[in-house]
């Protein structure tokens, strides 16, 4: 078990399965599937140059390529999270990985823009399924008061999966081939499918929600934890997918860097996120979600502001670890904060609700940094980016949401 598994191992009390055998399968599975998930979204963000080549696509065309991903999550999350407190969290966890297997296959075998799209958004659906699953098991077996700290310790093992992402995207494509990366992550995902349907007991934390899921969710949402985490979720997502899009085409235009260059960035960068995520979380429990927050929104705008401002790859490494630094803050806030609007019966409900605002924020992300690039150019996509954020910083300290 990674350092997150066992940090969360640590927080975690009994479960409602038979000692402690059970309650560390399901922790190794849970970690397990928020890993591969991560390690999906930025896999293919130091491949963007050789797509391009592969495909002929335009940077508008990559970024909706980047998109589809998330757009299926945006369907599929709610329906989902209902499922995941009806029929338990097993079953859906399990399929959830099947799809990621078969999704990661099709994206090795594309030479066209429409298999790669068909292929992310067959992810899509599979990185919802189990990522909902895995993270309301973390969140059934948090002890009262470290919530917080259980979810940024999942968080961490997610920025551990965000390194390996970008890290073996970049260093196995040019190691061994384009392919390699993405039968490497099917191959993870069925090994950890074989896992869970041996080790993990049937029917874990089964419920029967009794009010309708429209009316829990505008309720929910209509909380100020509730409110603010959407906020939140929404802006830091759409931060990133733009990011994702607009560093890699940058770094490669402006400086010539490799695949593997980029994707060692991106791995440093997560490697402050899965160090701060913890950290994120227990300040949370402790001293209320509210300065977490700040702080990550506040150094999320400065970061993207750097990109633009610091020259060459040394300052892109600064800006891009001060940008790990924010995005764990921000999460590490906004997820208990979501957790916390939901009752504990509709808890499924209130992950696929933020899965589906993840998913929007990064289907937006990716389609407007592209066509930012197209327009004008990386300093504005950046520029404006760190204008938003900022404001949204701002109109958080205003309103001062319960704690």
Avoid: H
């Avoid at 965000?162 to 039968?183: K, M, N, R, T, W």
């Avoid at 993990?200 to 929600?209: A, D, N, T, Y």
């Avoid at 100020?224 to 899009?245: C, D, M, Q, T």
């Avoid at 009752?343 to 605002?357: F, K, Q």
């Amino acid at each position: 078990m990674d350092a997150a598994g066992r940090v969360l191992e640590e927080s975690v009390v009994g479960s409602q399965d038979d000692g402690g055998r059970s309650r560390r399968a399901i922790i190794v599975v849970a970690v397990g599937a928020v890993t591969i998930d991560a390690a999906l979204l930025g896999l293919i963000a130091p491949l963007l140059p050789t797509i391009k080549e592969r495909t002929g696509a335009t940077d508008g065309a990559l970024g909706f390529a980047l998109a589809a991903y998330a757009i299926p999550i945006a369907i599929f999350s709610l329906p989902l999270g209902r499922a995941a407190d009806r029929l338990g969290r097993k079953g859906l966890l399990i399929a959830g990985l099947l799809l990621v297997a078969a999704g990661s296959v099709l994206i090795a075998a594309s030479n066209s823009l429409g298999l790669l799209i068909a292929a992310r958004g067959i992810q899509g659906v599979g990185s919802a399924a189990s990522w909902i699953s895995a993270l309301a098991l973390v969140s059934d077996a948090a002890p009262m008061g470290r919530r917080g700290e259980s979810i940024g310790a999942a968080l961490a093992a997610t920025g551990i999966g965000s390194i390996a992402g970008p890290a073996l995207g970049g260093v196995a494509a040019d190691a061994i081939s384009y392919e390699a990366p993405f039968l490497i992550a099917c191959g993870c995902a069925l090994g950890l499918a074989g896992a869970a349907v041996v080790l993990l007991p049937r029917g874990i934390r089964q419920s029967r929600p009794a009010a309708p899921a429209l009316g829990v969710i505008v309720g929910s949402l209509r909380t100020s934890s509730g409110r603010w985490a959407s906020i939140i979720i929404l802006a830091s997502a759409a931060v990133l997918g733009l990011v994702e899009v607009v560093a890699p085409l940058d770094l490669e235009s402006r400086l010539g860097v490799s695949a593997t260059a980029i994707g060692l960035l991106f791995a440093g960068s997560i490697a402050v996120d899965a160090a701060s995520s913890p950290i994120g979380g227990r300040w949370g429990d402790r001293r209320g979600r509210l300065w977490p927050a700040v702080a990550g929104l506040a150094a999320t705008a400065f970061s993207v502001a750097l990109l633009a401002l610091l020259p060459g790859l040394g300052g892109a490494a600064i800006a891009l670890a001060v940008y790990g630094a924010g995005v764990a803050f921000s999460f590490s806030a906004a997820f208990p904060w979501m957790d916390d609007a939901f009752d504990e019966r509709e808890r499924g409900l209130g992950y696929g609700v933020l899965n589906l605002l993840y998913a929007a924020g990064y289907a937006v992300g990716p389609v407007v940094g592209g066509w930012l690039l197209d327009l004008a150019g990386a300093d504005l996509a950046y520029w404006l980016t760190a204008a938003a954020v900022a404001a949204t910083t701002i109109a958080l300290l205003a309103s001062r949401p319960e704690t």
